[in-house]
């Protein structure tokens, strides 16, 4: 990610996208940049990262990878430090990475240490990301967090099944509401959560196309400034906590 020189590409807004390689994370990416952002591609695998922003922006002038395991502190702490050097600003954050779909797992009989991997990931990471990247977000115009949730996170409809997944993106949604509690004033940063819905990813496993989904978290993530905080959506639509 080279230093820009000042006006032309550091003027753009600037979008972070974790687990930017691949399904939601990606399309979210390539709909960001479509839409004039600058957008730094977070991947665990780095090698994997370039492959991905290779491909939706072969000239590198708006969609740069870097090397971004939420769930390791130095890795989030060095990312956020070279987003201050060589961009300077931070508009938007999409917590998109999220592991551990436990589908074959329940509550009663849970491997606990399963659920704390799955935390560390989903929820942890996402809040020491915000925090990291939180210094530029709040000197941002148009400050926006988009917390990727789902439907499986939502209380109103739990009864069983996927433990990890479910308990991880429950506690995501706290988050999201306690962030949009605490961020508000005069640079008010607009927080939300949203469920892209059952998209054919490799997680997903079926579902309706990725673009569709991937549509409503870059919605919140391009909301105007009187756009709605503290919310959990789908397709721009509430859906019930």
């Not at 148009?142 to 479910?166: C, D, F, I, K, Q």
Request: hydrophobic share 40%; charged share 20%; with cysteine.
């Amino acid at each position: 990610m080279a230093k820009q020189p000042d006006g032309g590409a550091r003027e753009l807004p600037v979008a972070v996208v974790t687990g930017g390689n691949r399904g939601i994370g990606y399309e979210v990416v390539r709909q960001l940049a479509q839409r004039g952002h600058r957008v730094v591609l977070g991947s665990r695998d780095l090698a994997k990262g370039e492959a991905a922003a290779a491909r939706l922006d072969p000239r590198g002038s708006r969609v740069t990878a870097v090397q971004l395991d939420v769930a390791d502190d130095a890795s989030v702490a060095a990312m956020a430090d070279r987003v201050t050097r060589e961009l300077g600003r931070a508009d938007v954050l999409v917590n998109n990475a999220a592991i551990l779909y436990d589908t074959w797992a329940q509550a009663r009989t849970a491997d606990l240490d399963e659920v704390r991997r799955a935390l560390e990931t989903n929820l942890f990471g996402a809040w020491r990301t915000t925090q990291a990247l939180l210094p530029l977000l709040r000197r941002s115009p148009h400050p926006r967090v988009v917390n990727v949730s789902s439907e499986a996170g939502a209380l109103n409809w739990m009864s069983g099944g996927t433990p990890a997944y479910s308990v991880s993106k429950a506690a995501l949604n706290a988050l999201t509401r306690l962030l949009s509690g605490e961020l508000g004033g005069r640079h008010r940063v607009l927080v939300n959560s949203v469920c892209p819905g059952w998209t054919a990813t490799d997680m997903g496993g079926g579902g309706r196309p990725v673009p569709e989904g991937a549509a409503g978290v870059v919605w919140a993530a391009t909301l105007p400034d009187d756009g709605p905080t503290g919310g959990f959506f789908r397709d721009g639509k509430p859906v019930a906590w």
